[in-house]
């Protein structure tokens, strides 16, 4: 599987779906990296493991980096 290069966060998706996704804010260099459902509006929450699935497609952060698969 190849995935496209990382977009910045200015840049939405097209298609709404998965995306691998990653966060970095704030001065101490809060980090978040995993998976987050692009409902073509809105990111949910980043999702890094199966526990945290329940709460996959709830509203999270936007600012986030993101890549696809590319076809």
């Known amino acids: 599987m190849k995935l496209s290069q990382w977009h910045d966060y200015r840049i939405k ?3 709404k779906g ?4 990653k966060i ?3 001065i101490k260099g809060y980090r978040r990296e995993g998976k987050s459902y692009w409902n073509g509006k ?3 929450e980043t999702a890094i ?3 945290e ?3 996959f497609r709830c509203r999270g952060l ?3 980096a993101w ?3 590319v076809k």
């Open 53 to 55: 699935f329940a709460n």
């Open 18 to 21: 998965v995306y691998e996704t």
């Open 62 to 64: 936007q600012n986030k």
């Open 67 to 69: 890549r696809g698969i």
């Open 49 to 51: 493991s199966d526990r």
């Open 42 to 44: 809105f990111w949910s």
């Open 24 to 26: 970095t804010k704030g």
């Open 13 to 15: 998706p097209v298609r």
